[in-house]
């Protein structure tokens, strides 16, 4: 019993002040910067960092972490100006089932700028991550380092930076871009696996429009320097685009239950009724044209052959001319890389070869089986693509693929020519299973490249009949499979099954590179 003011209170009655002032604490931390400042986030179309992590964790998972902090700087005054939270909500919730550390940057609070406390606050829940093995999912909506802390911002950052970097091929990595990331913001998202921004209110660039005005006498707005536009179809940056936050936080949630939590689980593999031979796999076969260089839909043949026509593309409007994305065979999630015909013949490019590269790797690191699909004339030529370094960038698909130890089956649809054939999981890059369609073409070149090259070694003969005679002799799988580069012809109604067979032979596959440091990738 205490007396206070000549008052006497209770022990029940005192414990009950401390717990409705630490609720009443609570309570204020929840709302940020204000009521009124979420409502100007609403007017923009966004929504605030709490109802962000609200609508992407299951309903009541989430536990947040250290709701109570403030900044401790005296600075600018700034003692005075003290938020709960300091601007950043961090924690750990699940998404169907699957746990997830996330963290939700609070743009009412200074502008959603990074503070050391800040920064402690992110740091603390990606080492808890990698601690547990699950993923991290960071929401930005930032407007940079907060400038009264000085160099204190700028050593928050890069402590972040390190985890990004240790972190990575740990861990699955997850930025979402809600609002502004800008200056030297934007490279933690860089390092992390995917990147999924929101049309019309995400912008990610290192220098401004009004810097740009003033230092290169450049105009343009914000949208066409780093909107999702921008960085979903030129840069490549980000890898999936989104009409609001809604459809965003949604799609990430379908996202997070393809990955494995961490580099020590296997592929994620759900229940599945969908069966190894299906009668619309006779459909394959007519997808692909008898004319060489007619044009299709790879996706099509995506589309036939995972389960419910079920395929999460990465980066689709970015480096068309190769596909990425995962699927599920039997409820096993598969990587899945094919070159896309529709697309300057498929051929393999710089973007083309940056982009599959990365993806190779991603899934090499988080035990995922890949399927490559194959239908491709080359690389592409010209001046261009030469002094953008094909020959270093084409290397680094090559090498994902080289490196990768995960199961590899490759499908040649139709053509596999040059050092392309090579590049695309091919056998001498130890290759699992490799098949190969019956009209496939397995060749140095074309025919008609090679009767131009081969000129009057071919004997007597008109182009035509020349083009014929290469065709039925090296353009076709025949030769390949004779000397074992191609495991078997195959029917394309049977492509399907013999994935899942497949997937079942390679589950206990196990081989590991020599012993290294680090490999040298050719960056």
């Known amino acids: 019993m205490v007396m206070n003011n000549n008052t ?10 401390m717990y409705d002032k630490i609720y009443k604490v609570k309570e204020q931390a929840k709302l940020g910067g204000g009521k009124e400042r979420i409502e100007k ?61 996330v963290f939700s940057q609070d743009f009412t609070v200074f502008g959603g700028s990074l503070s050391a406390t800040f920064a402690q606050k992110i740091c603390k829940i990606m080492d808890k991550a990698v601690e547990v093995g699950a993923p991290v999912i960071g929401i930005n909506d930032s407007g940079g380092a907060r400038i009264q802390e000085g160099v204190d911002s700028l050593a928050g950052y890069a402590d972040i930076f390190l985890r990004n970097v240790t972190s990575s091929g740990v861990v699955p990595q997850i930025s979402l ?30 220098t401004g ?36 936050d809604i459809e965003a936080l949604e799609r990430t949630r379908e996202f997070i239950s393809m990955l494995p939590s961490s580099n020590k689980e296997k592929s994620p593999k759900i229940e599945s009724s969908e069966s190894r031979s299906r009668e619309k796999d006779s459909l394959l076969k007519d997808i692909v044209p008898s004319d060489s260089n007619a044009s299709y839909n790879m996706k099509d043949i995506i ?22 994305g995962f699927a599920r065979f039997e409820g096993q999630t598969v990587a899945i890389i094919a070159n896309q015909p529709q697309e300057l013949a498929g051929c393999l490019d710089v973007n083309s070869s940056v982009k599959a590269g990365r ?23 010209g001046v261009n693509q030469e002094h953008s370094g094909i020959i270093r960038h084409g290397a680094k698909l090559l090498f994902a ?40 073409e397995i060749a140095v070149m ?48 049977d492509t399907r099954r013999l994935i899942c067979e497949a997937l079942d032979i390679l589950e206990t596959k196990d081989v590991k590179n020599p012993e290294k440091k680090i490999s040298n990738i050719p960056l």
């Not at 209170?9 to 002040?17: A, D, F, G, I």
């Not at 947040?64 to 601007?87: I, S, W």
């Not at 450049?218 to 609001?244: M, P, Q, R, W, Y």
């Not at 993806?359 to 030529?381: E, M, Y």
């Open 8 to 17: 006497v209170r209770s022990e029940p009655e005192l414990k009950k002040e």
């Open 446 to 493: 074309g025919a008609d490249g090679a009767v131009q090259i081969l000129g009057n070694q071919m004997g007597d003969g008109t182009k035509e009949e020349k083009e014929a005679y290469y065709k039925d002799r090296f353009a076709t799988p025949l030769q390949a499979a004779s000397r074992g580069f191609i495991d078997d012809v195959i029917h394309p109604a």
């Open 209 to 244: 429009p009004n810097v740009l005005k003033t230092v290169t006498h450049e105009d343009i707005d914000h949208e066409s320097l780093g909107g999702s536009k921008a960085h979903t179809e030129k840069s490549g940056v980000a890898h999936l685009e989104f009409e609001n």
């Open 359 to 381: 993806f190779v790797r991603f899934a090499n690191a988080f035990n995922i089986p890949i399927l490559t699909l194959v239908d491709v004339p080359g690389f592409l030529p």
């Open 41 to 101: 986030q609403h007017a923009k179309g966004k929504l605030s960092a709490r109802e962000r992590i609200e609508l992407l964790v299951d309903e009541g998972s989430f536990r947040e972490y250290d709701a109570l902090v403030t900044h401790r700087c005296t600075d600018f005054n700034m003692q005075d100006k003290k938020v709960y939270g300091d601007g950043v909500i961090t924690g750990h919730g699940t998404i169907n089932g699957k746990l997830v550390f």
């Open 401 to 440: 693929y080289a490196e990768a130890t995960v199961p590899k089956i490759t499908v040649i649809t139709r053509k596999a020519y040059g050092g392309a054939y090579d590049v695309m999981s091919s056998k001498h890059l130890r290759g699992d299973f490799n098949y190969a369609w019956p009209n496939s």
């Open 303 to 324: 589309n036939n052959i995972v389960d419910e026509e079920q395929f999460f593309e990465t980066q689709p409007n970015y480096a068309k001319n190769i596909i990425t």
């Open 177 to 206: 871009i809600m609002g502004n990331c800008a200056g030297g913001a934007v490279y933690s998202p860089a390092m992390t696996d995917f990147i999924f921004m929101v049309k019309n209110t995400s912008y990610m660039y290192v």
